[in-house]
């Protein structure tokens, strides 16, 4: 007799292995989790499980598993109207395009991270996208850009912390010098 594996144990080996720094078996649990919830009936949570699972896969250098374990993510939790996951998903999307070298996808994705994430009022998680899209721009030399990145990043935070104060300063000093 054949047993189901049940999604929420899964899911919980799955973060213990990715806690653990075990990327790649990480990678695979996430997996089997996203099909267990499926199965279950549970899109929004099989998504998710999707999305852990590419960024375990990114953490083992695994870009194009990453990408294709990403697949349709970012359109059930649009789907849902969950603009938080879905800003989450279009993160991490670029980040597999960036890890492949697709530079121009990889901005477009972070943009529209950064987009949706102001939406749905995370002004933190779209801080971290901003930051993420600033180093892309400087990896590339384009170091204006990496300053409107950082500066529209900031410029959503409702409550900053003494740090982003201070580094809102300066960027304003530094650009209008």
């Known amino acids: 007799m054949k ?4 999604p ?31 199965a279950a009936g549970d899109a929004l949570m099989a998504a998710e499980m999707r999305n852990n ?6 953490r083992g250098r695994q870009p194009a ?10 359109q059930v939790f649009a789907q849902a109207g969950d603009l938080r996951r879905q800003g989450m998903a279009l993160a991490n999307l670029a980040g597999a395009l960036e890890a492949l070298k ?6 477009e994705y972070y943009q529209r991270a950064g987009e949706v994430l102001e939406k749905a009022g995370e002004g933190d998680l779209r801080v971290e996208v901003m930051q993420l899209l600033a ?32 580094f809102k300063k300066l960027l304003f000093l530094r650009l209008w010098r």
Do not use: C, M, W
């Not at 653990?20 to 919830?37: L, N, P, S, T």
């Not at 697709?102 to 901005?107: G, I, M, Q, S």
């Open 65 to 74: 598993a990453a990408l294709a374990a990403l697949e349709g993510t970012e």
């Open 135 to 166: 180093i892309h721009y400087l990896r590339q030399g384009k170091f204006f850009d990496a300053v409107l990145a950082l500066q529209s990043g900031l410029a959503g935070v409702k409550n900053p912390t003494p740090r982003q104060k201070l």
């Open 53 to 58: 699972q590419a960024v375990s896969l990114l």
């Open 8 to 38: 929420d144990p899964l899911a919980d080996e799955a973060r213990r292995l990715y806690q653990r720094g075990e990327f790649a078996a990480a990678a695979e649990a996430y997996g089997r989790a996203a099909e267990a919830f499926a």
């Open 3 to 6: 047993t189901t594996s049940l």
């Open 102 to 107: 697709r530079k121009k996808e990889a901005v």
